[in-house]
């Protein structure tokens, strides 16, 4: 058996970062920049005011300080009116700063005048105000290029694009962006005693629900399914040449295959894709022992994972989910990881690692299912949110003891 570590190395020096496309900001969350985004003009682009209120002249705006409203500037207006001494402008927030004004007073912070008779006109615009607290320089000013010149790094490549950076996107002038192109996975799952969830079952038969898991976990990360498929244990000839047409025909970036990767007569995806170039070995690693990687005809990565539902989801996020997101360009490959106490005893596998399905809070871990770490207790995992990792040198977790646990959720 070779350590986990080691077969997750080998994995993620095997698979290559696919070359960018370029995506609309609407189809781009999630995905990760291949080249830096520059600013493509100052922001803001010109000097916009900060508050709803008034343009004055600061030097005319002390404290009760009549001034006659002539304009109106309401965000997206291209109009610059003057102002003459005496004079004021009504400003909305981010509308542009006439050119004669250099402050803001906020509407909080005048009284309209109401002795001539006419207060407002039919839009609201009072005719006079008188100010109430007089503003600093440039007060409620934002100033052309303050946030970002032009030409700057808006958002950096490498990074992966949250709805804040596309907005930071978006603000720096761009509608689209060049990002690494996510990776188009082919979920298979094997097995004659598999039938779709919710269907009646006979004796021999479980519902399917590693295509479910999978594409689920697929769906979740941002990457997008290329294709689901099922094939029986007897149907070896028909899952190679599905991957073989997959890689051929460029329909896919990777598979990953759940069940028929152990030793028995009828495993068929070891018998149906050793001859592809897919390996099959022994992990360290408790549940997933049986695993295979290939990468066949030199282009398509292929993962092969157990058939137990506990073994498909804690083998998807050891392994699958890492190497997909370096193929999507991603520095953060794993999950993150913290220390808990142990909140009670359990045994470990003698000479592996153990993931374990965990329930976790601020102080202690514990198995999510009382039955054990069995790769059959599918039901435990509709509990558990973390994976409790336990070394290979530890037969067994005593209640107290430090453990890593890897955060899910």
């Given at each position: 058996?070779?350590?986990?570590?080691?077969?997750?190395?080998?994995?993620?020096?095997?698979?290559?970062?696919?070359?960018?496309v370029e995506l609309p900001l609407a189809e781009a969350r999630g995905a990760v920049l291949a080249e830096d985004v520059r600013t493509a003009h100052p922001v803001p682009l010109f000097d916009n005011s900060a508050m709803d209120g008034f343009a004055v002249h600061r030097s005319e705006a002390g404290v009760d300080a009549r001034l006659r409203v002539v304009?109106?500037?309401?965000?997206?207006?291209?109009?610059?009116?003057?102002?003459?001494?005496?004079?004021?402008?009504?400003?909305?927030?981010?509308?542009?700063?006439?050119?004669?004004?250099?402050?803001?007073?906020?509407?909080?912070?005048?009284?309209?005048?109401?002795?001539?008779?006419?207060?407002?006109?039919?839009?609201?615009?009072?005719?006079?105000?008188?100010?109430?607290?007089?503003?600093?320089?440039?007060?409620?000013?934002?100033?052309?290029?303050?946030?970002?010149?032009?030409?700057?790094?808006?958002?950096?490549?490498?990074?992966?694009?949250?709805?804040?950076?596309?907005?930071?996107?978006?603000?720096?002038?761009?509608?689209?962006?060049?990002?690494?192109?996510?990776?188009?996975?082919?979920?298979?799952?094997?097995?004659?005693?598999?039938?779709?969830?919710?269907?009646?079952?006979?004796?021999?038969?479980?519902?399917?629900?590693?295509?479910?898991?999978?594409?689920?976990?697929?769906?979740?990360?941002?990457?997008?399914?290329?294709?689901?498929?099922?094939?029986?244990?007897?149907?070896?000839?028909?899952?190679?040449?599905?991957?073989?047409?997959?890689?051929?025909?460029?329909?896919?970036?990777?598979?990953?295959?759940?069940?028929?990767?152990?030793?028995?007569?009828?495993?068929?995806?070891?018998?149906?894709?050793?001859?592809?170039?897919?390996?099959?070995?022994?992990?360290?690693?408790?549940?997933?022992?049986?695993?295979?990687?290939?990468?066949?005809?030199?282009?398509?990565?292929?993962?092969?994972?157990?058939?137990?539902?506990?073994?498909?989801?804690?083998?998807?996020?050891?392994?699958?989910?890492?190497?997909?997101?370096?193929?999507?360009?991603?520095?953060?490959?794993?999950?993150?990881?913290?220390?808990?106490?142990?909140?009670?005893?359990?045994?470990?596998?003698?000479?592996?690692?153990?993931?374990?399905?965990?329930?976790?809070?601020?102080?202690?871990?514990?198995?999510?299912?009382?039955?054990?770490?069995?790769?059959?207790?599918?039901?435990?995992?509709?509990?558990?949110?973390?994976?409790?990792?336990i070394p290979a040198d530890v037969d067994r977790v005593q209640e107290g003891d430090e453990i890593e646990v890897m955060v899910l959720s």
């Amino acid at each position: 058996m070779i350590p986990w570590q080691d077969h997750r190395a080998r994995l993620l020096a095997a698979v290559r970062r696919l070359d960018p496309v370029e995506l609309p900001l609407a189809e781009a969350r999630g995905a990760v920049l291949a080249e830096d985004v520059r600013t493509a003009h100052p922001v803001p682009l010109f000097d916009n005011s900060a508050m709803d209120g008034f343009a004055v002249h600061r030097s005319e705006a002390g404290v009760d300080a009549r001034l006659r409203v002539v304009g109106d500037v309401p965000a997206g207006a291209a109009e610059d009116p003057p102002l003459g001494r005496g004079e004021a402008v009504r400003i909305m927030t981010g509308a542009p700063v006439p050119t004669s004004a250099d402050a803001i007073v906020p509407i909080e912070k005048v009284r309209i005048d109401p002795t001539d008779g006419a207060p407002t006109d039919a839009h609201g615009l009072p005719a006079w105000i008188e100010i109430l607290e007089e503003p600093k320089p440039g007060a409620h000013i934002r100033r052309r290029g303050e946030d970002t010149p032009e030409g700057e790094v808006a958002v950096p490549a490498g990074v992966e694009l949250t709805p804040w950076r596309l907005a930071a996107v978006a603000s720096a002038g761009h509608g689209r962006v060049r990002v690494v192109r996510r990776p188009r996975v082919a979920v298979v799952s094997t097995g004659s005693e598999l039938v779709p969830a919710g269907q009646e079952l006979r004796r021999g038969q479980i519902p399917e629900s590693n295509a479910v898991l999978l594409a689920a976990d697929l769906a979740a990360d941002g990457l997008e399914i290329a294709d689901v498929s099922w094939f029986r244990d007897e149907d070896g000839e028909d899952l190679a040449r599905h991957v073989r047409e997959l890689a051929a025909q460029d329909l896919a970036d990777a598979v990953v295959v759940s069940g028929g990767a152990s030793v028995g007569a009828f495993d068929v995806a070891k018998h149906a894709l050793s001859p592809l170039g897919v390996r099959f070995e022994k992990v360290a690693i408790q549940p997933g022992k049986p695993q295979g990687f290939g990468v066949v005809d030199d282009r398509l990565p292929v993962f092969c994972l157990p058939g137990n539902p506990v073994a498909v989801a804690v083998c998807y996020e050891l392994f699958v989910r890492p190497a997909l997101r370096a193929m999507a360009g991603h520095g953060d490959l794993f999950r993150p990881t913290v220390r808990r106490r142990a909140g009670a005893a359990w045994n470990c596998p003698v000479g592996r690692a153990q993931a374990l399905p965990a329930v976790m809070d601020e102080r202690t871990v514990a198995p999510a299912s009382a039955g054990g770490s069995g790769s059959h207790l599918v039901v435990s995992l509709a509990q558990a949110h973390d994976l409790a990792i336990i070394p290979a040198d530890v037969d067994r977790v005593q209640e107290g003891d430090e453990i890593e646990v890897m955060v899910l959720s």
